[in-house]
T-cell receptor
Framework: AQSVAQPEDQVNVAEGNPLTVKCTYSVSGNPYLFWYVQYPNRGLQFLLK??????LVKGSYGFEAEFNKSQTSFHLKKPSALVSDSALYFC?????????????FGAGTRLFVKA | EAGVAQSPRYKIIEKRQSVAFWCNPISGHATLYWYQQILGQGPKLLIQ????????DSQLPKDRFSAERLKGVDSTLKIQPAKLEDSAVYLC????????????????FGPGTRLLVL
């Protein structure tokens, strides 16, 4: 069955340090991969996506993500964390094997950046 | 460019009552999605429209939930009757279509409607 796993409920990092939020998926073929961020009482905001091409993709607010096909992972990274990065992060996969490119979200990882 | 609009932002009802949510997608976006996000979980797709046709409603509890997009633009999601477990945030999203070219993969979300069923 198709699934997305975010193994960490929460990630804590000090401001200025690098951060990584992990995501692995189980979808056959070549799925489309996304990261979204959610701030309190707001909808999801798109950060970045991988469709094809270079395994390292860059997105908004200095975030980047690395696609690893052999490990079926798409980890979100940032070289230097900011307190304002504290939010809830969701990994999502769109399955191109379904007619509507069905979207599956992970359970989310709360990022806490300490000043 | 205006984003995805949703109303109301908050709703409190008692169980067995009915409720409706409204969504207006980004102009020109033919694909519209409704998601249910229960506290502590990721969004779950309830229904996906392509224009006014349903693409996927496999996870929609059809005995109590219904959705329509009659003119292919805005959409309404209804719950009747509501249960306690329906308490969640209901998110609407939209995306461009594959045939339109450009960025059809990315979904853009509205602020959501927070529903509390007592």
């Amino acid at each position: 069955a198709q699934s997305v796993a975010q193994p960490e409920d929460q990630v804590n990092v000090a401001e200025g340090n690098p951060l990584t939020v992990k995501c692995t998926y189980s979808v056959s073929g070549n799925p489309y991969l996304f990261w979204y961020v959610q701030y309190p009482n707001r909808g999801l905001q798109f950060l970045l996506k991988y469709i094809t091409g270079d395994n390292l993709v860059k997105g908004s607010y200095g975030f980047e993500a690395e696609f690893n096909k052999s490990q079926t992972s798409f980890h979100l990274k940032k070289p230097s964390a900011l307190v304002s990065d504290s939010a809830l992060y969701f990994c999502a996969v769109r399955d191109p094997n379904t007619g509507g490119f069905k979207t599956i979200f992970g359970a989310g990882t709360r990022l806490f950046v300490k000043a | 460019e205006a984003g995805v609009a949703q109303s109301p932002r908050y709703k409190i009802i008692e169980k067995r009552q009915s409720v409706a949510f409204w969504c207006n997608p980004i102009s020109g976006h033919a694909t519209l999605y409704w998601y249910q996000q229960i506290l502590g979980q990721g969004p779950k797709l309830l229904i996906q429209f392509q224009n006014n046709g349903v693409v996927d409603d496999s996870q929609l509890p059809k005995d109590r939930f219904s959705a329509e997009r009659l003119k292919g633009v805005d959409s309404t999601l209804k719950i009747q009757p509501a249960k306690l477990e329906d308490s969640a945030v209901y998110l609407c999203a939209s995306s461009a279509t594959f045939l339109a070219g450009g960025d059809f993969e990315t979904q853009y979300f509205g602020p959501g409607t927070r529903l509390l069923v007592l």
